[in-house]
């Protein structure tokens, strides 16, 4: 197998010479130029439409991508806000809770005065105004000395209950700005998570009218090039020049509309053991069914070649070469012009023993995923 796939690039080469050395230029024929010209007409037509739909696609990308632009910007303006607001909220539950810490540290240190005066204030008892008039000196001043020592309670429990009262509605203050806090959290966690699945959609949005215009590129190129054959095709007609008989059209303006070789399935695909040479696909069809040029072209080989059974290499000009092996019996010779669609041999046997056939495309002198440059269907 290594043998075989190492033999058949230099037997590609030598054909390749022979074929541009060998092949003189003949008449043309002026119904084979008018079916050429109307196929590169055709093929120019379609371009045309892919082109529109691909520039249609483009402007609706780009009205998309305008729309999510200003999406982001307003997503990015809400998680400023967002953030914005979680500052000043954990500024004020900062303070709040310096506050609470202060409160409870004055607390903390007029606590023992406190409670010494109110165990003094409690030792008294029903009897303090009794106690009060014994150890009171001068009797005018009862009053007074009982006046003082209620006032002086009362402002100890005042102090206490304000200092409670305060504690309370701090707390209540704080635990209300932390609901606060978690609940900015989540809407700028939210927030982020819609900015960020805009900042994806858009760069998705971004790669794809890159693709198209990588495709539009494409599509330009091969419709100068297919406008330049058909301007020789036209010429052809008008007996202002003559047509090279191989690769009268290009083979790469056709990429994704050639004809399959044989209408059976895939069963091997490009890339992958079991047939022939992983450069190529293997198809299944009937013993003996026809298998026809995908493109217009001249025979480069026709013959058995070791490895590849029957096989028939067919030019299609600018070093693109399509290869049909394994055939049971060919229908054509070197040197033969043929057209897309015409016969090229007969399906035979492959070496699974199945009835198939070994197709093979080379572009620029590579090979290629046949698949990806035949119909799809």
Same mark, same amino acid.
């Given at each position: 197998?290594?043998?075989?796939?190492?033999?058949?690039?230099?037997?590609?080469?030598?054909?390749?010479?022979?074929?541009?050395?060998? +092949?003189?230029?003949?008449?043309?024929?002026?119904?084979?130029?008018?079916?050429?010209?109307?196929?590169?007409?055709?093929?120019?037509?379609?371009?045309?439409?892919?082109?529109?739909?691909?520039?249609?696609?483009?402007?609706?990308?780009?009205?998309?991508?305008?729309?999510?632009?200003?999406?982001?910007?307003? #997503?990015?303006?809400?998680?400023?806000?967002?953030?914005?607001?979680?500052?000043?909220?954990?500024?004020?539950?900062?303070?709040?809770?310096?506050?609470?810490?202060?409160?409870?540290?004055?607390?903390?240190?007029?606590?023992?005065?406190?409670?010494?005066?109110?165990?003094?204030?409690? #030792?008294?008892?029903?009897?303090?105004?009794?106690?009060?008039?014994?150890?009171?000196?001068? +009797?005018?001043?009862?009053?007074?000395?009982?006046?003082?020592?209620?006032?002086?309670?009362?402002?100890?429990?005042?102090?206490?209950?304000?200092?409670?009262?305060?504690?309370?509605?701090?707390?209540?203050?704080?635990?209300?700005?932390?609901?606060?806090? #978690?609940?900015?959290?989540?809407?700028?966690?939210?927030?982020?998570?819609?900015?960020?699945?805009?900042?994806?959609?858009?760069?998705?949005?971004?790669?794809?009218?890159?693709?198209?215009?990588?495709?539009?590129?494409?599509?330009?190129?091969?419709?100068?090039?297919?406008?330049?054959?058909?301007? #020789?095709?036209?010429?052809?007609?008008?007996?202002?020049?003559?047509?090279?008989?191989?690769?009268?059209?290009?083979?790469?303006?056709?990429?994704?509309? +050639?004809?399959?070789?044989?209408?059976?399935?895939?069963?091997?695909?490009?890339?992958?053991?079991?047939?022939?040479?992983?450069?190529?696909?293997?198809?299944?069809?009937?013993?003996?069914?026809?298998?026809?040029?995908?493109?217009?072209?001249?025979?480069?080989?026709?013959?058995?070649?070791?490895?590849?059974?029957?096989?028939?290499?067919?030019?299609?000009?600018?070093?693109?070469?399509?290869?049909?092996?394994?055939?049971?019996?060919?229908?054509?010779?070197?040197?033969?012009?043929?057209?897309?669609?015409?016969?090229?041999?007969?399906?035979?046997?492959?070496?699974?023993?199945?009835?198939?056939?070994?197709?093979?495309?080379?572009?620029?002198?590579?090979?290629?995923?046949? +698949?990806?440059?035949?119909?799809?269907?």
């Amino acid at each position: 197998m290594a043998g075989r796939s190492f033999r058949f690039p230099v037997l590609a080469v030598c054909l390749l010479l022979a074929a541009a050395a060998g +092949l003189g230029a003949q008449p043309p024929d002026r119904a084979r130029t008018e079916a050429l010209a109307q196929r590169a007409t055709d093929r120019l037509i379609a371009l045309q439409r892919e082109a529109d739909r691909l520039a249609s696609e483009e402007r609706t990308l780009l009205g998309e991508l305008r729309k999510l632009e200003i999406e982001r910007q307003l #997503k990015a303006e809400e998680v400023r806000q967002l953030d914005a607001e979680a500052a000043r909220v954990q500024a004020d539950l900062d303070a709040k809770t310096a506050r609470m810490r202060a409160l409870q540290a004055a607390d903390a240190a007029e606590r023992p005065a406190l409670k010494a005066r109110l165990v003094e204030t409690y #030792k008294l008892g029903s009897a303090r105004y009794l106690r009060l008039l014994l150890s009171t000196p001068d +009797l005018r001043r009862i009053g007074q000395a009982t006046r003082t020592v209620a006032a002086l309670a009362k402002l100890d429990r005042d102090r206490v209950l304000a200092h409670q009262r305060t504690l309370a509605e701090l707390k209540t203050a704080a635990d209300a700005l932390q609901d606060r806090a #978690k609940q900015l959290a989540g809407l700028r966690a939210d927030a982020a998570a819609a900015q960020a699945a805009a900042d994806r959609a858009a760069r998705e949005r971004n790669d794809l009218v890159r693709d198209i215009d990588t495709r539009r590129d494409l599509n330009a190129q091969l419709s100068g090039e297919l406008h330049d054959a058909q301007q #020789k095709l036209q010429a052809a007609v008008s007996g202002a020049a003559s047509v090279e008989p191989a690769g009268a059209l290009p083979l790469r303006p056709f990429r994704g509309e +050639l004809d399959w070789p044989v209408p059976g399935p895939v069963r091997v695909r490009f890339g992958r053991p079991g047939t022939i040479s992983p450069n190529g696909i293997e198809l299944g069809a009937d013993e003996g069914a026809a298998a026809v040029a995908v493109h217009e072209g001249t025979v480069a080989y026709a013959g058995n070649f070791s490895g590849f059974g029957n096989l028939v290499i067919v030019d299609h000009g600018s070093r693109s070469f399509s290869l049909y092996a394994e055939l049971l019996e060919l229908k054509v010779k070197k040197g033969d012009r043929v057209e897309h669609g015409q016969p090229v041999g007969f399906v035979g046997p492959t070496r699974s023993g199945a009835a198939g056939l070994y197709f093979e495309l080379r572009v620029d002198g590579q090979a290629v995923d046949p +698949l990806q440059w035949l119909k799809k269907r």
